[in-house]
T-cell receptor, first 108, second 113 residues
Framework: AQRVTQPEKLLSVFKGAPVELKCNYS??????LFWYVQYSRQRLQLLLR??SRESIKGFTADLNKGETSFHLKKPFAQEEDSAMYYC??????????FGAGTILRVKS | EPEVTQTPSHQVTQMGQEVILRCVPI?????FYWYRQILGQKVEFLVS????????KSEIFDDQFSVERPDGSNFTLKIRSTKLEDSAMYFC???????????FGSGTRLTVV
């Protein structure tokens, strides 16, 4: 079965604090994982793909196959990072399976 | 930056009516998708479309749903006879290649009354 789990509905941190948004997956094949971000009243935007190993807006995510995790991290949160974050798995048939999403609130 | 465009942004329809949701994917993209998100729930896959045919569809995508690429630019989702439970945000997406990661449109909020 293919599943993405984001255990936290809401993560609230102070500006400048480190951020870790958790994502665990279940997939029998070789996983391709993504993080999408949705700012208030805007569209879903691709933030990161694990295969490109990039850092966007200071965010990074490392695929850990042993723990079946793809946590999103940022060392110093900024207020403009406040948004809904979705972890997603590319499953067979080129379809994305989404987690439930985590709201990140960065407080000043 | 190229965008996926969806119209209308909000549609209200009566139960049993047909609706057509419209999308203009990014021009050089070859793969097209529809997803939906019922309020408070996950974003769910509906259908993928490539080379003028459906390549994958979910169990949600029953006979009431259909997709079409009527010309070189538009990609439409039709719901033949809407039900209350079809009320959701519908997202169109496109990608240049498979497994690359999509570009999503801003969504159409469908309200069935």
């Amino acid at each position: 079965a293919q599943r993405v789990t984001q255990p936290e509905k809401l993560l609230s941190v102070f500006k400048g604090a480190p951020v870790e948004l958790k994502c665990n997956y279940s997939y029998s094949g070789s996983p391709e994982l993504f993080w999408y971000v949705q700012y208030s009243r805007q569209r879903l935007q691709l933030l990161l793909r694990h295969i490109s190993r990039e850092s966007i807006k200071g965010f990074t995510a490392d695929l850990n196959k042993g723990e079946t995790s793809f946590h999103l991290k940022k060392p110093f949160a900024q207020e403009e990072d406040s948004a809904m974050y979705y972890c997603a798995l590319m499953a067979y048939g080129n379809k994305l399976v989404f987690g439930a999403g985590t709201i990140l609130r960065v407080k000043s | 930056e190229p965008e996926v465009t969806q119209t209308p942004s909000h549609q209200v329809t009566q139960m049993g009516q047909e609706v057509i949701l419209r999308c203009v994917p990014i021009s050089n993209h070859l793969y097209f998708y529809w997803y939906r998100q019922i309020l408070g729930q996950k974003v769910e896959f509906l259908v993928s479309f490539y080379n003028n045919e459906i390549s994958e569809k979910s169990e949600i995508f029953d006979d009431q749903f259909s997709v079409e690429r009527p010309d070189g630019s538009n990609f439409t989702l039709k719901i033949r006879s809407t039900k209350l439970e079809d009320s959701a945000m519908y997202f169109c997406a496109s990608s240049e290649t498979a497994n690359y990661g999509y570009t999503f449109g801003s969504g159409t909020r469908l309200t069935v009354v």
